[in-house]
Every structure is written in C-alpha cells, then in structure tokens.
C-alpha cells in the first residue's frame, strides 16, 4: 500500500516499508544493517533503496535523503 505523508506532492509517494529503510538508511545504517533490523534480505533493502531513488529522482542514497526530507518525507 502506498501512502502520502504530510505535505508531500501527490505524485511523490513511498510506501511504509520504503519510508522504514529510507530512514534507517538516513541515521547511517549500510544496506546489511537496515536487513538486519527489519528481518528481509540485503538484495530486498537495495532494491526498496532503488525504488527510492527513483522516485524522488536521486542518484545515491545521499540525495533521496536530502530530497525527502525537502518533501517533508523524513525529519
């Protein structure tokens, strides 16, 4: 299910479990230890992660987390 956050543009969206990832990811954690933390598969981070980038038009994890939190996505 995808859901819009607060303040976000309608065609900005992720999903609850890309929001979990994007913010663990944003604290410092590598793509092993968002796995770790939510019990799925190191590839399953990576690709949630490409999806994200995608979708907030960022070319590494650094940008999608500057651009969300831009958007309001993350705090």
Known sequence: MCRLRRGSPPSVFLTSRELEVLGLGAVGLSSAEVA???NIE??????????????????????????????????
């Open 42 to 75: 190191e590839s399953t981070t990576k690709s949630h992660l490409t999806r994200i980038m995608r979708r907030l038009q960022a070319h590494n994890r650094t940008a999608a987390v500057r651009a969300a939190r831009e958007l309001g996505l993350l705090r």
């Open 36 to 38: 770790r933390r939510l």
